[in-house]
């Protein structure tokens, strides 16, 4: 059976924290501040999200003076891939059952 | 339902089969049947009954929550502490039934949505394989 990627799911699951992470994909290292301007909730929401995307290995943390700086670590996305990958295996071979199950099957 | 794969990430196969949509109806429903195919269970094609699949390496616990006989079933499939919603869909065809599974993961939580992260996991899969690919 698949590769269970649950930590990734639970923590890409919330669409506010998801979308942080996508910001620090696509705009690289951001401090706190900078992705509460953006991000339409509270600074500590906002590093309450960042440290449960830490925990599950998605973003890592810089800390330079007083500010700590953000990025994401992509690569800890490929159990999703893996994820997605297996399951497509996994439902193609139950079409190919089915399929024979159909062939002996009575009208 | 634009809105629902706009916001999850799902598993799509599809294929034409050479069989009525009413025949794959009952292997869909009728759990001597399901079991030759799919896994043993207690399935029950009634809105809110829940269920399980078992299999040698665990169980599937699942909820029904649609059934339109002869075209369209959906159920909640929790396994390894993943909720998602596989949905069957069946069309009828001229050689017989088009038939589709889809397996939605990442149910969207629309209240917890906010500007910027509307666009969802499309836009998110696309530029993943390109940064995974980097990161490689």
Known sequence: ?107 | MTEDSAETLSVIVEREIPHPPEKIWRALTQPHLIAEWLMKNDFTPVAGHRFKFTADWGAVDCEVTAVEPHRTLSYSWGAFGLASIVTWTLTPSSTGTLLRMEQSGFPADQRQAYQGAKAGWPRFFANLERVLAQAE
Request: one cysteine or more; proline letters at 5%.
């Open chain 1, 1 to 107: 059976m698949p590769y269970s990627p649950d930590q990734l799911f639970k923590t890409l699951a919330d669409p506010t924290r998801r979308a942080i992470f996508e910001r620090l994909c696509r705009d690289g290292e951001q401090t706190v501040a900078a992705l509460t301007a953006r991000a339409g909730v509270s600074q500590p929401a906002v590093s309450k999200h960042l440290g449960v995307l830490k925990q599950a290995g998605l973003v890592l943390d810089r800390h330079e003076g007083r500010q700590t700086h953000y990025s994401a670590q992509a690569a800890a996305l490929a159990p999703l891939i893996d994820w997605t990958r297996e399951m497509t295996g996994f439902w193609q071979s139950r079409f190919d059952d089915l399929e024979d199950l159909l062939k002996r099957m009575d009208q």
